[in-house]
Structures are given as structure tokens and as C-alpha cells.
């Protein structure tokens, strides 16, 4: 009797396994969900407690939706939550369960007046995207936690002058550089970017108003203008082949202090051949910095350092500002450098054939390397 028991333990704890992972299948939705009516969301299961697709909220028939209260169960949709164009919507009472979501959209809903209900809401993977809500006041109520993995938007909301509540602040001061804010036709502290920060961080040291790259052959560029400045300390170029790893390609300081339209410009002579990603770091005196919005320039050919390659004869540099220029051996030994005002040939018939390492200091204090050939 006792041998019987023991075998039917592991039977046991499989059948309940088994129920567990029957009550976890059951609740949890697989696919889209659309709403178009009241009565379509009020027919909603209340079994369902995750999405793995999207949840679209539209209000196309004559029965406008009013309430989301068939909702509340909902704690996790994988895709995207887009609530758009409900006119008899007032609030988002109903999703207060809501933890996480893929993506999250808010427009075109006239009577929608806050987003009080998405205070339990700490994970948004993707975008974030409030627009054209013409009732909406003020973004209080978002979960204090919340982050925000893509671009956030909030535009075009005529009336909504509260943005500097917690996660709307703690994005616009640390969002990752691949990603993108903004903030734009609103009113009050949520006007544009720079009202959003002035109210989450104090005056903006720069308010940026244009930034282009264009190509001009084997060089990049790049022009910005603002409209104010201060406390504004420079400008760092910055430069990138992938987005994610980047090396600053120059530094200009800014004005300062201005109130007054600024204009400035710098080459970058030394480009990456294929597309080029640019963007500007902006800090002010007291270390505080932001992000431009990033552009990009493709660039067919790399400039050289020097030619011919192979060389034999003599050594040409190419005609771009520098400051210094050294060449070495294989084995480290310096066999040529110069400093100030480089010539624009150098005399070579006399080395050894062979590979040379040439190391040119640009003007922006940046040094470049190339591999030469000495032929024999």
C-alpha cells in the first residue's frame, strides 16, 4: 500500500501542474482585440487578464464607447494599447490594472480630460504617444515609476499645461540617445521641449532651433542656430556609424549668455565612409547637458590621410586642417613628424620599403590613423 502511494505522488503533482498551467492558458488572450462599441468591450471576458497582441479602443458606430470598466481585469498587453478618437470618453477608468503594455497611444479623444486610471502602469517597452486630445489639462496621475523604452510625443493637446510630473521629467533627462521627445503645440509649462525642461530642470541652457548636416564631397557640414542661451558653456560634436557607439568630432563653445538668434557651423573633415550619424551634446556651465535630435549624411568615400598608397618617392598630405603629423616603422620608430605648419609634401626616397603607421592631429585635437605602404 505504501509502494502505491509513493508512485502516486509525482501522478499528483502533474495533475496539479497541469491545472496551473490550464488556469494560466486561460487567462491570457492570444491575438488582437478591437473595440469599436460599448457594447463590443462590454461583451469583454473578464477571465482575460493578458493580450499578447494589440487592444485598439475606436469609437466607429453609434455606440460610442464611454467606459473602459469591462477592462479592469487587464494587467498585461504585449503589443500596442491605442485609444483613439472617443469623443464621449472622459476618462480611463477601467484600465487601472494595467501594468505593462508594448506601446501606448492616447489621441484624438475630445473629452478625455486626464489619465488618472494609469497609475498602476510602470513598463511601456515601446512609444508613448498623446495627441489631439482636446480636453486634457495635465499628465498627473501617470505611474510615478513609469519608463518608457521608445519616442515619447505629446503634441498637438491645446489645453494641457501640467507635463512636469515624475516619469515625464525623469525621460526627458535621461532617454537613451536612439530614442526621441517631443513635446510640441501644447500650452503652458508643456508649450515644447524647452518649456518641459525649463519646468522639470529650470531654464534650458540652449534652445536649439535648427541643426543640418549636408555633404560637401569627402567632408560633412553641420549648421544649428538658437533662439536663447543661457548659462550655455558648448557644443560637442558628436559622430556615429551605428548609433550606439559615439566619439565626439569636435567641440565649439557657445555664446553663453543670448537672447538673440545664434548661428554656428563646423566641418567634420574626417567622416566615416557610408552613413554618418551626427548629433550635438549641449552643456552648460554647470555640467548639465542634452541631446540634439540626430542627422544623418551618407559619405561614398572616406578622405585619405596622405597619398599615393603605396608611396615611393614622396608622401602628399591631404589638404585638411591639422595641426601634427608623425609616421613610425613596424617596429615603433618615429622616422618622421611635424608640428604648426605641416608641408604638403614629404620626402621619402630615402626609407626602407615597408608598412608605415601615419598619425595626423586634426585642429579639433582628435588624432587619425592609417596604414601606408613604402613600395620598393
Known amino acids: 500500500m505504501q509502494l502505491i502511494l509513493r508512485k502516486s505522488r509525482p501522478l499528483l503533482f502533474l495533475i496539479v501542474l497541469i491545472a496551473s498551467s490550464g488556469r494560466l492558458l486561460a487567462q491570457t488572450y492570444v491575438g488582437n482585440v478591437e473595440f469599436t462599441s460599448q457594447s463590443a468591450l462590454n461583451s469583454w471576458e473578464s477571465q482575460w487578464k493578458t ?3 494589440n487592444i485598439y479602443i475606436t469609437s466607429l458606430a453609434s455606440d460610442v464607447i464611454t467606459n473602459l470598466s469591462p477592462l479592469q481585469n487587464i494587467t498585461s498587453v504585449g503589443g500596442a494599447v491605442i485609444i483613439a478618437e472617443n469623443h464621449s470618453l472622459t476618462s480611463l477608468n477601467g484600465l487601472g490594472g494595467l501594468q505593462t503594455a508594448g506601446m501606448l497611444e492616447i489621441s484624438f479623444n475630445g473629452a478625455l480630460s486626464n489619465l488618472g486610471a494609469l497609475s498602476a502602469l510602470t513598463t511601456v517597452t515601446g512609444a508613448v504617444n498623446i495627441v489631439g486630445n482636446e480636453s486634457l489639462t495635465s499628465l498627473t496621475g501617470l505611474a510615478t515609476g ?9 503634441r498637438n493637446n491645446p489645453i494641457l499645461s501640467v507635463c512636469n510630473v515624475t516619469p515625464i521629467c525623469n525621460y526627458q533627462r ?17 508649450t515644447n521641449n524647452a518649456t518641459l525642461y525649463s519646468s522639470c530642470n529650470g531654464p534650458l541652457p540652449v534652445v536649439l532651433t535648427e541643426f543640418d548636416a549636408i555633404g560637401e564631397g569627402a567632408s560633412v557640414r553641420l549648421s544649428w542656430s538658437t533662439a536663447a542661451e543661457i548659462n550655455a558653456s558648448h557644443f560637442d560634436i ?14 565649439l563653445q557657445a555664446k553663453g549668455e543670448s537672447l538673440q538668434t545664434e548661428s554656428y557651423s563646423f566641418s567634420d573633415n574626417y567622416p566615416f565612409a557610408g552613413e554618418n550619424l551626427y548629433r550635438l551634446r549641449m552643456t552648460d556651465r554647470d555640467a548639465t547637458y542634452s541631446y540634439s535630435r540626430i542627422r544623418s549624411v551618407y559619405v561614398r568615400e572616406a578622405p585619405a590621410l596622405a597619398y599615393p598608397n603605396p608611396f615611393s618617392a614622396s608622401l602628399s598630405l591631404s589638404p585638411r586642417p591639422a595641426t601634427a603629423v608623425e609616421l613610425t616603422d613596424m617596429r615603433g620608430k618615429v622616422v618622421y613628424q611635424a608640428q604648426g605648419e605641416l608641408p604638403a609634401t614629404i620626402a621619402t626616397s630615402q626609407w626602407q620599403s615597408g608598412t608605415y603607421l601615419l598619425k595626423v592631429t586634426g585642429q579639433d585635437g582628435l588624432s587619425r590613423q592609417s596604414r601606408l605602404v613604402k613600395a620598393e
Open 174 to 190: 535621461s532617454h537613451s540617445p536612439g530614442t526621441y521627445l517631443n513635446v510640441s503645440g501644447n500650452a503652458g509649462m508643456c
Open 238 to 251: 558628436e559622430r556615429s556609424s551605428d548609433g550606439r557607439a559615439w566619439q565626439k568630432a569636435g567641440v
Open 51 to 53: 493580450v499578447t497582441g
Open 146 to 154: 513609469l519608463t518608457i523604452g521608445g519616442d515619447l510625443t505629446v
